[in-house]
């Protein structure tokens, strides 16, 4: 007796078995996930922050989330947030394709292992848009964190030292002229940290430098899987402690208004301006609550920097404040700082 003929082509012959995908197709597939979440994490985080911002600043009141919604356009939103946030999304770009670079160079000496999730972002990144990141980061982050930078772009770009010239000793010069130079000109703000004992000051303006020397290239196979992970999770962990900050940061200004509740006698109200209309003024204030001044009341309104603002050093880069920024600086430059108001002062 014969067995019967397996199902598959008209001659009875078994049916061939399927084409397996392709190994450049499987990798096409994943670098388009990895672009896409990119992309939605750049773009989506962003919008939730500025939701969230209102939320937290209406003191999570659902009557008062709703009036600031009415009254906060998206474009005062979004530049509310690019002023305040945008610090903490170059810090994570920049974390990103540094981490991801070293990452990658690190997995492609080690053929069979899959490439990590950063490292996957940063190669699908155009070289345009990580220039950016950093540039954005250039005129944004504080004066005193601008140092670390230097290591970020030498692991983002993989620049070894060996490029600098192929012969040793000339390489020993120019590392050593570029390291004289920098210390040149931080040498008045690092003799003023050391008086102060500001050490970990000194440490961000020294370290930074030195560990650029060393920081491009490959790493041991044994630690790629778990420093991945670490990594990714220390960089995600670190932007939602960076968040907090952000989403509690106020949209709208910080004023001190002076209202006449009765003939001679006169109060400060120190909260934000939500809207002002020909009837009343509508004040959200600092502690809490919404109220409304009419506004044949308000005689008086003064504007007030908020605690974060006030600086904690006293160190300056040739004359710009270590705590500012490029672009806070430049702008000190041509509006300088006034002093803060009496009003400001006696409510807070």
Not at 177 to 192: C, E, I, N, R
Request: hydrophobic share 50%; aromatic share 6%.
């Amino acid at each position: 007796m014969t067995a019967p003929a397996a199902a598959g082509n008209g001659d009875g012959g078994a049916a061939p078995p399927a084409p397996r995908p392709a190994a450049g197709h499987d990798r096409e597939e994943r670098r388009a996930r990895a672009s896409q979440s990119f992309w939605t994490v750049v773009v989506g985080v962003p919008a939730v922050f500025s939701v969230l911002r209102l939320g937290v600043e209406a003191g999570g009141e659902l009557q008062t989330t709703l009036l600031l919604v009415a009254n906060v356009g998206p474009v005062n939103l979004l530049a509310g947030f690019l002023t305040t946030a945008a610090r903490l999304l170059s810090t994570g770009l920049v974390a990103v394709f540094a981490l991801g670079a070293v990452l990658g160079v690190s997995v492609d000496r080690l053929p069979g292992h899959r490439r990590p999730l950063f490292a996957r972002w940063a190669d699908i990144t155009p070289a345009w848009f990580v220039v950016s990141s950093f540039l954005l980061a250039l005129v944004t982050w504080q004066l005193l964190y601008l140092p670390l930078l230097l290591p970020a772009f030498v692991a983002a770009f993989q620049l070894h030292p060996e490029r600098l010239h192929e012969l040793m000793p000339a390489r020993v010069l120019i590392v050593a002229a570029l390291l004289g130079g920098y210390l040149f000109f931080l040498a008045p703000t690092v003799l003023d940290a050391w008086r102060q004992r500001e050490y970990l000051v000194l440490a961000l303006l020294l370290a930074p430098p030195l560990l650029a020397l060393g920081i491009a290239g490959p790493l041991p196979g044994a630690v790629i899987r778990p420093l991945a992970s670490i990594t990714e999770a220390a960089v995600l962990a670190m932007l939602v402690w960076a968040a907090l900050p952000v989403i509690t940061t106020p949209v709208l200004p910080l004023t001190v208004t002076t209202v006449e509740t009765a003939p001679g006698v006169a109060e400060d109200v120190r909260g934000h301006v939500v809207v002002v209309d020909d009837v009343n003024m509508v004040l959200l204030q600092e502690h809490g609550g919404v109220r409304y001044v009419p506004i044949d009341q308000v005689k008086r309104q003064v504007l007030c920097p908020s605690e974060e603002e006030l600086p904690r050093h006293r160190l300056r880069v040739h004359d710009f404040h270590v705590e500012d920024s490029l672009l806070e600086a430049l702008g000190r430059r041509v509006r300088p700082v006034h002093r803060i108001d009496a009003g400001c002062r006696t409510t807070a």
